[in-house]
């Protein structure tokens, strides 16, 4: 995780409505040289300012196709803006207004422990593999990808992504979410009997070399410790507690989650599902807390509740606040660039490649699957 320093204390002295208006104010300042993109998982409080909101395969592609901006200011998390820095034309400046907005499963794959894995992998495998990562992962594990024949996935895209690599390799390596590869494989009509679990922290992935040979999916060690809040117990409960809710959850949550859920979704696809479904319908929804609560006050015509009992909750995104957006924001507006997020050329290059990769040969599956 980057330090941020902290804010100067006027910061802190601002109300609310200070705040606001500040903001407004420096956005009307900077006009078209500023585009603010904003994750779904993002707070009201910033959402508000944002000029296009989206999961991370949307934000991508909007960042992809900004060409007239000088600033985007990506409130998300670092791997988002690091994306952001790749795609963006060269000359945009891409800005994260809290550096220590990183993402704990972006954090469970290092460059050293991949290649690492890499080598052990390739010796033993038998056959080609493919490297596929989740684009919550560093712009270094992009590039290690790009470089190695393989591509990013989004949560929107990770079928359509894998049926590419599979038709490169007979083999998957897929990073850093264990689940989104384990439930996509499994939704693709493959048995978890084919899939091995590579612990970076043990030799070998603590995998026996006959499992290497036999696997054809490797999943990396790791998951999102706000989507893994969600247990099978909190499906069987609802449905106790009554059963005309329908279950769905995103594809970060546990196999075991999504065997209990009636369907699975990327964000977008949970957005689009609940507008599009009808008066009275009652959704439990398996995702971060403040996507479900500004689903439950769009949707005052239908019931909207999370799965979960404890607040699932992605406390790195929640660090971008009103007060760091508007230090960057009033930064930019007399000539600095606080907390610019820079990919060095050769790493950007390579992780060009994977994006690309997924942006072309992955258009956004209909969500939801069952
Ligand atoms: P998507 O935005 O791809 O749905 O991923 C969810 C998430 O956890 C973002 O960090
Ligand atoms: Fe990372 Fe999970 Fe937060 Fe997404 S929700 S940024 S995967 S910790």
Redesign the pocket.
């Known amino acids: 995780m980057l330090f941020q320093p902290p804010l100067p204390a006027k910061y802190d002295d601002y109300s609310r409505d200070e705040l606001v208006d500040r903001i407004r104010r420096c956005k009307a300042d900077l006009g078209g040289r500023l585009v603010i993109l904003g ?1 779904h ?1 993002q707070d009201d409080d910033v959402i508000q300012f944002a000029d296009f909101t989206g ?3 949307k934000l991508s592609q909007i960042a992809a196709e900004q060409r007239q901006a000088e600033f985007v200011v990506f409130c998300g ?1 670092h791997f988002m803006a690091e994306s952001a820095d790749i795609l963006t034309a060269n000359g945009v400046k891409v800005v994260l207004p809290d550096l220590s907005a990183g ?1 704990s499963m972006a954090d469970m794959a290092e460059i050293e422990q991949l290649e690492e894995a890499w080598d052990a992998l390739v010796d033993m495998a038998g056959s080609t593999v493919i490297p596929i990562t989740y684009v ?1 992962s560093t712009a270094a594990i992009k590039a290690f990808c790009g470089r190695h024949g393989g591509a990013c996935c ?3 895209n990770a079928k359509r992504v894998l049926e590419w690599a599979l038709s490169q390799g007979e083999k998957v390596l897929f990073l850093p979410d264990q689940h989104l590869g384990r439930n996509t494989a499994y939704a693709m009509g493959y048995s978890l009997d084919e899939m091995v679990v590579y612990d970076p922290k043990r030799r070998d992935g603590g995998l026996a070399a006959d499992r290497i040979r036999e696997a054809r999916f490797y999943l990396w060690n790791g998951h ?1 410790s706000v989507h893994q809040l969600f247990t099978p117990e909190d499906a069987d409960e609802i449905r106790r507690l009554d059963d005309g809710y329908s279950i769905m959850v ?1 594809p ?1 949550c546990s196999w075991g989650v999504v065997q209990k859920a009636d369907c699975v979704g ?2 977008e696809g949970i957005i689009k599902t609940v507008s599009e479904s009808a008066p009275g319908s009652k959704w439990a929804i398996g995702t971060e807390i403040h996507l479900v609560n500004r689903l439950a006050n769009e949707h005052r015509d239908k019931v909207v509740r999370s799965l979960a009992r404890v607040q699932c909750l992605c406390t790195t995104m929640y660090r971008i606040d009103m007060k760091h957006l508007l230090c960057s924001l009033e930064a930019l507006v007399a000539g600095r660039i606080v907390n610019q997020i820079l990919v060095d050329p050769e790493t950007s290059r390579y992780a060009q490649i994977a994006l690309d990769r997924m942006l072309s040969h992955a258009a956004p599956q209909p969500a939801p699957a069952d």
């Open positions: 994750h998982y999961d991370s395969l998390v993402c919550n989004t949560s929107g999102c995103h970060e990327s964000t």
